[in-house]
């Protein structure tokens, strides 16, 4: 199997032509290869497949081997994938993904994509389409207990479900302890993401992120967007603001007129390999 190994501010997936390439079984192809020692090393696999409904398709996989629907890191890698390999020649295009149908803005440096800016849709707020189990229709500032400490959540929906959690020091959070208990939590029927999240100012903050599935990760697109969503309800931000992940930073802007997200970032192609499964 032919493969590309790409990263998006560090989450890196394995990506797969598979307009030529046939992934038989995707879920366990996506625990082999992302095991880091015997596999090629990633945070899962991406097959690019054709689309009826729009120029592509995203069929993404955790390194667990579980479906995913989106990511935000790995659609701006797509994006770069297609033009770069020259799938395409058009720097806007559309990608079907489990959660909908993304649109993306290219730019180019030297005749490759350098920066892809991806209208995420809208954020979902609501408790029972996260979801999340609460007795409110929006999770904002909301108090949950995960071993023995009492923390507060505001829930975000961004295609996969979130949970964003503010603190003083994300630095020292011992995430990979806290983490699987917030991504198993029974007020998660569909497990959850869980950004923990320091306000720097009105226009910056910095996250960590435990993917469920995954656990914790460079980046998380669709987490920083959930974050930008999640701060500006909480009156911690402006609208448009920069998220600093351990990879990277993105850019995300919500539209509250529009009630559109938007995220900008890089993509960057690791190597091309090959590789019997």
Not at 255 to 269: F, I, L, S
């Amino acid at each position: 199997m032919k493969f590309t190994k790409m990263h998006g501010i560090g989450n890196d997936y394995v990506y797969v032509n598979c307009l030529k390439e046939t992934v038989d079984d995707p879920c366990e192809t996506a625990r082999f290869i992302s095991d880091r020692h015997f596999g090629v090393g990633s945070d899962g696999l991406i097959l690019i497949k054709p689309s009826d409904k729009a120029d592509f398709m995203m069929d993404m996989y955790n390194s667990d081997g579980s479906q995913g629907a989106m990511c935000g890191n790995g659609i701006r890698c797509v994006a770069k994938y297609v033009y770069d390999y020259g799938l395409t020649d058009k720097t806007r295009i559309a990608i079907e993904t489990k959660s909908g149908i993304k649109y993306l803005d290219l730019t180019l440096s030297e005749g490759l994509v350098s920066t892809v800016r991806v209208n995420m849709g809208a954020p979902d707020l609501k408790a029972g389409r996260i979801p999340i189990i609460s007795d409110h229709d929006n999770v904002v500032n909301e108090p949950i207990e995960v071993g023995g400490q009492v923390y507060r959540m505001t829930g975000v929906s961004m295609g996969n479900p979130h949970a964003v959690v503010y603190m003083e020091d994300v630095a020292g959070l011992e995430i990979e302890k806290t983490g699987p208990m917030f991504e198993n939590h029974p007020r998660f029927p569909d497990r959850i993401n869980t950004e923990f999240v320091r306000v720097i100012d009105r226009g910056l903050v910095e996250m960590r992120v435990w993917e469920r599935g995954s656990g914790e990760t460079l980046a998380c697109g669709t987490g920083a967007c959930a974050v930008a969503v999640a701060s500006a309800l909480n009156g911690y931000t402006a609208d448009e603001i920069t998220v600093k992940l351990l990879g990277g930073d993105l850019t995300v802007c919500w539209d509250r007129e529009e009630n559109q997200v938007y995220m900008t970032g890089p993509a960057t192609v690791v190597f091309d390999g090959e590789i019997e499964i």
